[in-house]
């Protein structure tokens, strides 16, 4: 499941933005090991967001997953790669107040040792981007 860096709960304190460092696999292929994420802290998150969470059974722990439907009682969360886990399905609804922000933006830092012109285009053109969020998860929420 992605964990966040630690780096990412001493500002949110002081600022509505902060940055967070994705580790793990459940959110291919919108997120990716290493990506760096804008986090607006405090958001108000609607259905097919891309969020960061207090995990619910280990609360040191932030990760990122998607708001799929709000229940009662908090959040149903589910990553985007549905063979990773790590989701509603392993521990539930996530109550309201462990749901921290918002993901807006994602970076996605150069690959080691790729020094072709085509791959830095490549990259260039592919390495920022806003976080959509996907309306459409509920139709895929019902089919599973």
Known sequence: MPELSQETERGRAVLPFGAAEVTG????????HGDRLLVHWGARVRPGDVV???HPFQQ????????????DGGWWVLGDNAFAGGDS???????????????????RP????????????RWALSAARPVPADRS???RLRAR
């Open 89 to 107: 399905t392993d521990y539930g609804v996530v109550p309201e107040d462990l749901v921290l922000g918002k993901v807006r933006f994602r970076y």
């Open 25 to 32: 696999p459940s959110m291919v292929p919108t997120l990716r």
């Open 110 to 121: 150069p690959a080691p040792g790729r020094r072709s012109p085509f791959a830095a285009v």
């Open 137 to 139: 998860v509920s139709k």
């Open 52 to 54: 960061v969470l207090r």
């Open 60 to 71: 040191d722990l932030l990760v990122v997953k998607r708001a799929t439907e709000r229940r």
